[in-house]
């Protein structure tokens, strides 16, 4: 059988310069992305989770072909991105789309909605004609859950979770094989996100959809993805299959989020500790200065990370990830640390 | 128990192509001081409208304040001059809104930024300004404090344009924050961070909170009292406990019900 990615980054490093001083010289580089392997097969949702600022939005963009990587590289369908031709990377572009975290930002403010859905149509010349062109408009507003009057709106006249609405529904309009999901319903409230999580996995059982699930709220990463990615300060630390990592977090980090996220504010220690930064990564591990289990090999040794091709394949019968997929076919997880390797 | 801030019967409308828009309906609502009301609800249901009207912060056209009070220390703000409602803006009533991105400016450092509403609001000059400043951004959690008031707002993460909003929106020590989903682009371990934070400035300066959000785990770890909007309308306004656990309108149970569930987990 070809192989079953879709998309496979390999050994990715995003740097950043980072400016100091009054004239913002440049005084170092922030390693924003730091050695990542991962991979989404088709028709699989991988969820990538961890701290605000670990580098997801920076993976997401570099995923989607609109950040080079400083190394590494990434592959679609079995094709170098980077060795693609120009042409060739334009005729890709529809088979990937990326949602942002940010809706106010995704859309042009003088544009309506219509005219943002019809956009990447006529991009990509998918267009037709102007009749056809109301009836896609008015299907995808549809399988958004938004009524047509919405088409002549303009971005201000929508509320936070109807704009986001309307950049998965112009993401839809060229049937992509990958959606990229930064934060896809952080701004919807939870009745319509459930229904958007709904729409997402159904149509990814109907097209074979594959996702790049990013979310900070937990509980629809689990109800979403197949396997999970935990990153923490640019590298990925953990990888396992939904069911495991949230049965059994392995890494301390993992252990620390489900942690923040379930049980409630009272019964939480008090956070403390120095804000952890990717602009001054310590020297071994980069979780010890907030790890209960650190010890001497973790100031001394930096804990092997994910490695390239892992020997893996993803638990992928295509169940709904919540149900089915988990019993026996769990596959073998990775681990970045020293004490759960 | 006095209300700092007391909402009556509101109703505002914005002016569309189609005719006026009721976006918000006839809410009444009460915070007390010292306490947390949190908002949820319907995406579109109109809590943004109603936090940005507290202050007259809708543009108008097309907003259209169609009628009510909203009470703040007992003066009512919908008769307040522009300049006293310019002091009270990010002096007593500090906001954070939905969108991070788009309430920072992009041409300007985040410090500039920070530093604006330090003049504006407290006493602060010079060197103990940006002290101040740096003093902020670490009770937000933001790593490396004083290298990031160099940086631009597309050089920062989500997650850390959001902790800006929130150190701005609390420079002046306001009596009543209104906070429009603010923790929703942080990751769990930073949002108890800041939600303790929250609970710490409650205590010390006796902070009043409007918080608006999607997420009813903060909800419940927040709130005194829990209002819950639906096409315009305050559908159900409560005590923390009794809107969580015996919930009188269908919404609000059909709300509670669509958290999802994660069936390895209930349970620590
Ligand atoms: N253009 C840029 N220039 C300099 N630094 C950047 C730039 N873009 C991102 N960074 C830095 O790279 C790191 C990762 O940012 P990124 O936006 O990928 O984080 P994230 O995981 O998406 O966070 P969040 O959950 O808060 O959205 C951060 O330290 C950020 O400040
Ligand atoms: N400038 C405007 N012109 C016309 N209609 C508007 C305008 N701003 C908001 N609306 C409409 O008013 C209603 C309330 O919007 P609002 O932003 O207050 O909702 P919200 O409860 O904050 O929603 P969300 O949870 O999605 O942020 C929505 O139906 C929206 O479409
Ligand atoms: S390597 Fe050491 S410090 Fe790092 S997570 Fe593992 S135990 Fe903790
Ligand atoms: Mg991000
Ligand atoms: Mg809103």
Redesign the interface.
Known sequence: MADPRLLELRDVTVT?P????PW?RVAGQVRAVDRVNLSVASGESLGL??????GK?TLAKVAAALLKPSSGEVWFEGERLSAMTGSRLRQMRRRWQLIF?????ALNPRFTVRQAIEEPLIIHRLDGTVADRRNTVAALLDKVGLAE?FA??LPS??????RQRVVIARALAVQPRLLICD?PI?????????QM?ELLRDLQRREHLSYLFIS?????V??MAHRVAVMYLGAVVEVAST?AL??VPWHPYTE???????????A?G??GG???????LSSGCRFRARCPLAEQICVDQEPALIPKNPPYEPALRLAPP?VGLAQGSASPRLVACHKRP | MSALLEIRHLSIG?R???GLLRAVDDVSLTVPAGQTVGL??????GK?TLALAVTRLLPSP?AEMLGGAILFEGRDLLNATTQELQAIRGGQIGYVF?????SLNPVYTVGTQLLEAIHLHTPHRGAAATEYAVDLL?RV????PA?RL??YPH??????KQRVMLAMAIAAQPKLLIAD?PT??????????I??LL?RLQDELSLSLLFIS????LV???ADSVGVMQTGRLVEFGPRDVVLRQPTHPYTR??LQ????????EG?
Do not use: K
């Open positions: 950043f980072v400016r100091a001083g913002r989770v961890g701290e605000s600022g670990c939005t975290q940010d809706p106010a930002n009057t002549d709106r006249e929508l509320s936070g979770g109807e934060e952080a701004s919807l409230d939870v009745s319509i996100g459930a999580l900070h709220d937990l509980r629809s689990a109800s069911e949230f049965r620390l989020l489900l942690r923040s996220a379930f049980q409630p504010l009272s939480q008090v956070a120095e804000a952890p930064s990717a602009l001054h919540s | 914005y569309t192509d189609g949820v609800g319907e995406s579109g249901s943004s097309p939905q969108e991070p991105a788009t670490t959690g933001m790593p490396d290298q160099r940086a050089e920062l993460s989500g997650g850390m989903e929703t682009a942080l990751d769990v371990t930073i949002q108890v961070q939600l303790q609970q999607h997420d009813w785990h419940e770890s927040l059909h709300l669509s958290v999802p569930a994660v069936p390895w987990l620590p």
